[in-house]
């Protein structure tokens, strides 16, 4: 079954880069028509989609955070890699890795998140 | 950037009403809209893709309609399973828009 799960670390200190990283299975990030994206969620708020990546490795980025934010993909681990630079305690929040279906490009499939705290 | 507005914000409802969520699109759309559930420290839950379309295993008191720039949610039948917080959410090779989301709780 398809299954999606984030990693990376809980806390991490302004200015710093986080990496989260997004391992899938179930699916093939190399297949024709598979997105992936990452959206964030801060404690009581609302949802914020921040990057995606295709199969094809088009890439495509939040207009407001696209200065910070990298995308990239290993199909080979099956992984799904975001890196935000310049963190603030601001950027406390879940992130969540989810896949975006095929049909009506709503995302079917999501991970549980995890919580970064940016705190020094 | 196309943003959504959502509205209500908030919803107190009792089970058995009808309820109905709105989700205005800013300017230039398309039909790949889609509608979530989210229950606390749980991750959303797709609902309806494509405006209209049920996801396998969604109970039937939940539909998704359009109106011009208007985009709605509607549970017929309020559930206790249902309250929850809903956000919309638009598609496009450019961008993913969420609106703000509604949380409904029971009056």
């Known amino acids: 079954q398809v299954t999606l799960e984030e990693s990376g670390p809980a806390l991490v200190k302004p200015t710093q880069t986080v990496t989260l990283t997004c391992t899938v299975s179930g699916f093939s990030l190399s297949n024709t028509g598979i997105r992936v994206s990452w959206i964030r969620q801060p404690p009581g708020g609302a949802l914020e989609w921040l990057a995606r990546i295709d199969w094809d490795d088009d890439k495509v980025y939040n207009t407001s955070l696209r200065t910070r934010l990298t995308i990239s993909k290993d199909t080979s681990k099956n992984q799904v890699i975001l890196k935000m630079t310049n963190m603030d305690p601001v950027d406390t929040a879940t992130y969540f890795c989810a896949r975006i279906g095929s049909r009506g490009f709503g995302l079917d499939y999501w991970g549980q998140g995890i919580l970064v705290t940016v705190s020094s | 950037d196309l943003q959504m507005t959502q509205s209500p914000s908030t919803l107190s409802a009792s089970v058995g009403d009808r309820v109905t969520i709105t989700c205005r699109a800013s300017?230039?759309?398309?039909?790949?809209v889609a509608w979530y559930q989210q229950k606390p420290g749980k991750a959303p839950k797709l609902l309806i893709w494509g405006v209209s379309n049920l996801v396998n295993g969604v109970p039937s008191r939940f539909s998704g309609s359009e109106s011009g720039a208007e985009f709605t949610l509607t549970i017929s039948s309020l559930q206790p399973d249902d309250f929850a917080t809903y956000y919309c959410?638009?598609?496009?090779?450019?961008?993913?828009?969420f609106g703000g989301g509604t949380k409904v709780d029971i009056k």
């Open positions: 959410q638009h598609y496009s090779s450019f961008s993913f828009t």
């Open positions: 300017q230039s759309y398309n039909r790949w």
